[in-house]
């Protein structure tokens, strides 16, 4: 049997890559070598493809010298021929090593909206940190659609199918273009909170704005912030004002739901998976409870007592066998001023537990303060002179920009280290009276995943480089979400969404968090007060 459509079905259609003549070649000669059956190819050829996507010089078109070192790893991996036919076919038994992926920033495809094809359609080219001019306006209208196309697919905002007195009195969204000359009518609203140049808080959509009078109305759930896109409704009054009686976050959407839509689409361009392999890898991670992901954040490398700290949890590990796959180091990497001495001194920490340096990946995320780059987000990874000691000890290390993104198993984890409470606090237009410190934890996540963005802040407070506002993005939503922040630590499941906050690893106690993919869920971790 011909074996090319198949391998052209995994390579092609479902990872997105050009297979050179010569690289088809060879897969096909590699198949009819370790005669592989006809119903077993397709699962070789996931197989192989995977291990291409995790190489680090990997691009859309595959030769076959890269395929040719691929299969020189496996066997080296496995030791002979046979046990590497037994590799190809074995996709039964989850190996994680095999479904994990680190995606960075910058190397995350750029999807946008198309509101007329009512589908996301991919931009060609590397982005630009400067901009083109009509980036900015893009990257607004893409976050302004995206939520729109879930709010219209919301059943509470869907008119009744049927024609009755239901659907008379079906208030239906409308823009801020069909205000003008209706007075004394109510309308429901959706747009983007935003100052007029007099200061007045105004509602924004793509046809305009309008002045909204929020003094008599107090805001629903949620943390309100210029920038945010919320649902409004109101009378328009005769002073061209809309006298709000109601406003709200526009519904989320669960990750099942989104993926139902778009599961074709590889968001992060690294193996996209469809949701019956998602479930499937669920129940292969059934049992496997001491599958982890811990999370330090705040790690200063100026502090005795810090590294102190890491090494009492390093030799926990080790003596208990209990190790973590992926082991997240936040920053901010420093209390006053880094040096490379600093990185140099933690390399050499790591390297003395063996076990886990070995078996552990370990993933470093620029903190807000540390002083390299800017404060516009993404913040790129750690300039890699810093690394050069921490990259010779360690086998498995990554440096990640700020925000970055994990997939585990079909899982998708998003880290993000930033004092998000605080900023969002400082910022405020509204807040519902009478909100406690829990109410603040649950509403900031409510506002994060409402909002499907991981800043909605308007650009004067937070910068965000205008052709890499996608990488900000939390649509579809994550299985995970990490929210590093010196506030208090929490864990919130919202609409299906795991948030934590590991806190910060400063103080009297050294806290930190442990994420389960099994569960889906976050453990709380503190070593206790540290004795003098």
Not at 65 to 77: A, N
Not at 396 to 425: T, W, Y
Request: proline fraction near 6%.
């Amino acid at each position: 049997m011909d074996n090319k459509p198949a391998i052209l079905k995994v390579f092609t259609r479902k990872y997105q890559l050009s297979l050179k003549p010569e690289a088809l070649a060879y897969l096909d000669d590699l198949l009819r070598q370790h005669d592989i059956q006809d119903d077993q190819v397709q699962d070789a050829m996931e197989y192989i493809a995977k291990e291409y996507m995790k190489q680090d010089d990997c691009t859309t078109i595959v030769s076959r010298e890269s395929l040719e070192k691929i299969y020189t790893l496996m066997q080296l991996d496995t030791g002979n021929p046979s046990a590497t036919q037994a590799t190809l076919l074995d996709t039964d038994e989850l190996d994680p090593e095999q479904h994990l992926y680190f995606i960075n920033a910058m190397e995350m495809p750029r999807w946008l909206y198309s509101h007329e094809r009512r589908s996301f359609e991919k931009v060609s080219g590397q982005p630009s940190l400067g901009g083109q001019p009509t980036a900015r306006a893009q990257f607004m209208r893409d976050r302004f659609n995206i939520i729109r196309q879930v709010v219209l697919r919301n059943e509470n905002f869907s008119p009744p199918a049927i024609a009755g007195r239901d659907r008379d009195s079906y208030l239906k969204l409308t823009t801020t273009k069909n205000l003008l000359g209706r007075n004394g009518e109510r309308f429901l609203l959706f747009g983007m909170l935003t100052h007029a140049p007099d200061g007045r808080l105004c509602l924004e959509d793509l046809e305009g704005r309008v002045v909204l009078d929020i003094s008599d109305t107090p805001p629903g759930e949620g943390l309100f912030t210029e920038g945010c896109f919320v649902l409004v409704e109101g009378d328009y009054t005769e002073e061209d004002i809309l006298q709000v009686i109601a406003m709200g976050h526009p519904p989320s959407e669960r990750r099942e739901v989104a993926r139902s839509i778009y599961g074709h689409i590889d968001f992060l361009g690294k193996c996209a998976t469809t949701i019956v392999e998602d479930e499937k890898f669920q129940k292969q991670l059934q049992g496997k409870d001491d599958l982890s992901v811990a999370c330090i954040s705040d790690l200063w490398l100026d502090s005795p007592k810090t590294l102190r700290g890491l090494e009492l949890i390093l030799q926990g590990y080790s003596d208990s066998g209990f190790i973590p796959l992926v082991i997240i180091l936040c920053g901010n990497f420093t209390s006053k001023d880094v040096a490379q001495a600093n990185f140099d001194a933690l390399a050499d920490l790591l390297a003395g537990y063996p076990d886990v340096a070995q078996r552990s990946h370990f993933v470093f995320v620029p903190g807000p303060l540390d002083p390299w780059g800017s404060s516009t987000l993404p913040r790129p990874p750690l300039p890699a002179s810093f690394g050069t000691r921490v990259r010779a000890k360690l086998p498995k290390v990554h440096f990640a920009s700020n925000p970055c993104r994990i997939k585990l198993c079909g899982q998708e984890i998003v880290v993000f280290r930033h004092d998000l409470m605080a900023k969002m606090l400082r910022n405020l237009i509204g807040v519902k009276p009478e909100t406690d410190s829990g109410d603040l934890k649950r509403y900031l996540v409510q506002t994060i995943l409402d909002q499907g963005h991981l800043s909605p802040l308007s650009l004067s407070v937070q910068p965000i480089i205008w052709e890499l506002d996608h990488t900000m993005r939390l649509y579809p939503m994550p299985t995970a979400l990490i929210l590093a922040d010196k506030y208090e630590r929490y864990e919130l499941t919202y609409e299906g969404c795991h948030v934590f906050n590991p806190g910060t690893f400063q103080g009297t106690e050294f806290g930190f968090s442990t994420y389960y993919p099994e569960t889906r869920r976050s453990e709380p971790s503190r070593l206790g007060e540290e004795e003098d």
